[in-house]
């Protein structure tokens, strides 16, 4: 079995203000009457601590729409969680926040769609937003926790990246990760609109260098690059039920934050199925663990123990099986698959994140 996992991503909620085209979020929404009340946040939070995990990811949606927010904050601290609030911002006041580092939120991870005000309001579908997003930041460094910022770039933004790092030192983030899309669910759909060429994606290599070197000792940065130029894939979230553990808003206990969008899966629902059993027992999660399951080339290659075959919902989604080798690795037999995406990219318009 793998070792126990750090951290727990808690999505809390589907539901958000922003609709952004690249949204993590599966395409199929879970509705509010369908999300898990706070007791049973609080008994997925005991469990966690339980099997090992130290922190908690409170995300969503945005998981500030919750009203019982604030309990469930306290109820991830009772169980000796370390307590991060990834969220946009865009709802949070003084009143809310002074609640939330009263019931033990450690650390707010505030996310940004773009340096411009008119390229943000397009990527979220917010009006306003940027200006409620710089109030947040301010909020979180007056009540003393310290401030991460989230960058998704993609085509439509990284002409802004540079101006994006003068943000997050601006509004006093320690530390800023951008993060290139990563293609499944809304972003999938999105793709032609939001892949970036090889020439955008070397240019902000070179940026993220530079200010790696610029800003050392005042700002962290954390890279994430794209898959569709790669020619080896990542070892995505440290290998399938290795180390990451997640909840969905109705319950379902995942082995990767995008693993429902592996269509025909079945995954272990806390209602029925407690983390522990359904992190060393399910076959959800044992499917993809280690190499014995892996087709060829994976199967015997070098590289087999580091990326651990790379995405499976990356590779779902690009050749309707999650067992085959990831495409983004140059031998595999789908490789072919990102060459054709990228000559198709280049599109303007959006299919905006809503519930259908």
Request: charged residues 20%; negative net charge.
């Amino acid at each position: 079995m793998a070792d126990a996992p750090l951290a727990l991503l808690a999505e809390l909620t589907h539901r958000c203000p922003l609709r952004c085209p690249y949204c993590s979020n599966p395409v199929e929404l879970t509705r509010a009457s369908a999300e898990l009340a706070a007791a049973e946040w609080a008994q997925v939070f005991q469990e966690a601590a339980g099997l090992g995990c130290l922190q908690v990811h409170l995300s969503g949606g945005e998981p500030t729409v919750r009203r019982d927010i604030v309990e469930i904050v306290a109820s991830a601290r009772a169980a000796g969680l370390y307590t991060n609030l990834i969220t946009a911002g865009v709802l949070l006041d003084a009143a809310l926040m002074a609640r939330l580092v009263e019931a033990g939120l450690d650390h707010v991870q505030l996310s940004v769609q773009d340096a411009e005000e008119a390229g943000a309001e397009r990527i979220g579908g917010l009006k306003g937003a940027q200006a409620r997003k710089r109030v947040a930041a301010a909020l979180v460094k007056q009540a003393g926790l310290p401030l991460t910022l989230n960058a998704v770039v993609h085509r439509q933004n990284l002409h802004n990246l540079a101006h994006l790092i003068e943000i997050a030192l601006e509004w006093g983030a320690f530390r800023l990760e951008v993060a290139h899309v990563q293609y499944y669910g809304w972003a999938l759909a999105n793709r032609a609109a939001l892949l970036p060429t090889r020439a955008q994606l070397d240019e902000a290599t070179g940026i993220v260098d530079a200010a790696r070197i610029a800003h050392r000792g005042r700002l962290v940065i954390d890279y994430v690059v794209p898959d569709y130029h790669a020619a080896r894939p990542k070892a995505c979230m440290g290998g399938w039920g290795r180390r990451f553990l997640g909840v969905s808003p109705a319950g379902n206990i995942l082995p990767c934050h995008a693993a429902e969008s592996i269509t025909g899966m079945v995954f272990p629902n806390m209602r029925q199925t407690s983390l522990a059993e359904a992190w060393a027992e399910s076959p959800a999660f044992n499917a993809f663990r280690g190499t014995e399951w892996m087709p060829k080339p994976c199967q015997g290659c070098d590289h087999a123990e580091r990326d651990w075959g790379g995405c499976r919902c990356q590779a779902f989604a690009l050749t309707g099986q999650a067992a085959n080798t990831d495409p983004a690795c140059a031998l595999s037999p789908h490789h072919g698959l990102l060459a054709e995406a990228l000559a198709q990219a280049g599109e303007t318009v959006f299919r905006y994140r809503e519930f259908s």
